[in-house]
């Protein structure tokens, strides 16, 4: 015991001093700026800090590529589907067709035996349409549909303490003894519809799949999930491949859908050949049900400085899984589609509603690194740290005086974003993903801005995405927007003051003109392409109906 204590302070000194070893290090590329190569008058450099990130990003792909192979290779594994399996389905002023697209792909599911529950938040009259479309596609004899006063934590108006206990067991006691069940209950937020679901099945099941109600599963997503589980006891939750279904719509979920497939295929590929994948999304997750069971009211009551959390449940589910010391994975063979927003103002409000519980989690999973493999401490410094180094880079080079710096950065964006969304397309096989170059712009000028005013706000919970039946407008998301296009107007107003103190030399006017034309070029050939490719595949696409469950 004491040997096991020791080994335990020891793995924690031991991780604790990588990661501060690993931040000192890059922070000290970053301020030496040490250069490796370099023309006269700075035109080009290649230093030591663009070398790590260079070198993340290699390695980065070489693991993601390993895991794929891993996946492939987990084709040949048979497996006995003898395990019971409960799907919990989150609703929420749902969409009225997707939600008909969710429940139809729930009946295709191949796993047998497999029990359904959605849970609808909310209990007003306006809410009832989704308790009768679940009675429409799954069978109005075969479910089991119940109009909840109440929640597990709230009481219903008008309810006695003998009713409420009451309605409580007749939740337990219908979800125990059907196959598919509906229950609308009292307001309380996703996680409170999500531990309705749990709390209610008990330990009666193996595993606990996680589902969005404007999400379609293939038929063998279950299936997949239970393969990794069951491969390896020592795994505590399992992500799939989260598609976007809407993805035609606008040119926001165009690049949402490059960006997903980055993230999922890439990013959390990589992750998984570690063991130690960061955020299951909700849209597509399975976990052991004996696991759910250890932290589920630690879960629920989750604080952080004072407040009880209200968004992040998948992330903050996930780290409650790494924390006991079990592996999180991902299986590329287990998919979905799922809704993104179709506006720019909805989209980044989720993002920066995600970015919050981003960096809040990162400081609970900080205590968690001893247990799982190093590459989770030095992930989580490089990409915790990132945002910071990448604006201080940003503003340094706007207001340098040069206007030269300020097109050789335009022009770094997109051929990073080039290099990546290259080797993205040749892992994928498809010339789509090279629009991800794209995605680099709207980071850039939105979702970096929108990380800052995340960590700003991070413990305001007021406002966020809204449900997809009614869509609210919140312009708050544009309040860190407007102050960094501000800073960044001040650059450009303070360099073209500068340069208008002394004439151009001809070797910079040449290097200004060729930088010029390289970037223009690029958007060119990148925008016709996306008119003829993608905008015509969109209007093909939205003249047929989803028959496949999968839009692939």
Not at 17 to 44: C, E, P, R, W
Not at 523 to 536: G, P, R, S
Request: aromatic share 14%.
């Amino acid at each position: 015991m004491r040997c096991d204590k020791v080994i335990t302070y020891l793995r924690v000194f031991g991780t604790t001093m990588f990661g501060v070893s690993l931040l000192l290090a890059i922070t000290a590329a970053y301020i030496m700026n040490y250069q490796f190569i370099k023309t006269d008058n700075y035109y080009f450099s290649f230093g030591l800090y663009g070398t790590i990130l260079a070198v993340h990003l290699i390695i980065q792909s070489l693991f993601a590529f390993l895991e794929h192979k891993n996946m492939k290779r987990s084709l040949e594994t048979p497996i006995k589907l003898n395990k019971t399996l409960a799907l919990c389905i989150a609703a929420f002023q749902e969409d009225p067709n997707y939600l008909r697209k969710c429940l139809l792909s729930v009946k295709r599911l191949t796993y047998p035996g497999i029990k359904v529950i959605m849970v609808i938040d909310g209990n007003n009259e306006d809410d009832i349409y989704m308790m009768d479309i679940f009675g429409e596609i799954m069978g109005r004899d075969k479910a089991a549909t119940y109009i909840w006063k109440s929640n597990f934590h709230h009481k219903g108006p008008d309810e006695t303490d003998e009713s409420y206990l009451e309605s409580m067991q007749h939740v337990t006691r219908m979800v125990l003894s059907n196959k598919c069940v509906c229950i609308m209950q009292k307001w309380g937020g996703k996680r409170e519809v999500m531990y309705t679901a749990f709390k209610a099945l008990g330990r009666s099941v193996d595993y606990v799949q996680v589902c969005d109600s404007d999400t379609m599963l293939d038929p063998a997503s279950s299936v997949e999930m239970v393969k990794v589980l069951e491969q390896d006891p020592m795994v505590g939750g399992v992500g799939g491949d989260v598609q976007i279904l809407n993805k035609y719509e606008s040119w926001i979920s165009f690049l949402s859908s490059v960006r997903y497939w980055m993230a999922f295929n890439i990013e959390r590929a990589c992750q998984s050949y570690f063991g130690c994948v960061q955020c299951i999304s909700g849209p597509l997750g399975m976990y052991r049900n004996s696991l759910l069971h250890d932290f589920i009211e630690d879960w629920y009551n989750q604080e952080f400085m004072g407040s009880q959390c209200s968004f992040g449940d998948d992330r903050h589910l996930t780290n409650r899984v790494l924390s006991l010391g079990y592996a999180t994975k991902y299986t590329a063979r287990s998919k979905c589609l799922t809704e993104t927003p179709i506006r720019y103002l909805r989209w980044l409000n989720q993002q920066t509603r995600w970015s919050k519980s981003y960096f809040r989690e990162w400081l609970y999973n900080a205590m968690w690194f001893h247990k799982h493999h190093l590459w989770m401490t030095y992930e989580a410094v490089i990409t915790g740290f990132f945002p910071f180094f990448l604006i201080a880079t940003v503003i340094q080079l706007f207001y340098r005086g040069r206007i030269w710096n300020i097109l050789l950065f335009l022009l770094t964006v997109q051929l990073v974003g080039l290099i990546k969304s290259s080797f993205a397309s040749c892992l994928r096989g498809n010339i789509v993903m090279v629009f991800m170059s794209f995605y680099s712009v709207l980071y850039m000028s939105s979702l970096l801005p929108a990380k800052m005013f995340a960590i700003a706000t991070i413990n305001k919970a007021g406002w966020g995405t809204s449900g997809r039946k009614t869509v609210v407008v919140n312009f708050i998301g544009l309040i860190p927007i407007s102050v960094w296009f501000s800073i960044l107007f001040g650059g450009v107003l303070y360099t073209i003051y500068q340069e208008t103190k002394k004439p151009f030399s001809e070797s910079e006017q040449t290097i200004l003109i060729i930088g010029a034309i390289l970037y223009a070029c690029y958007w060119v050939m990148l925008l016709t392409l996306y008119a003829v490719l993608i905008t015509k595949c969109g209007r093909r696409k939205k003249e047929q109906q989803y028959d496949m469950v999968l839009d692939v």
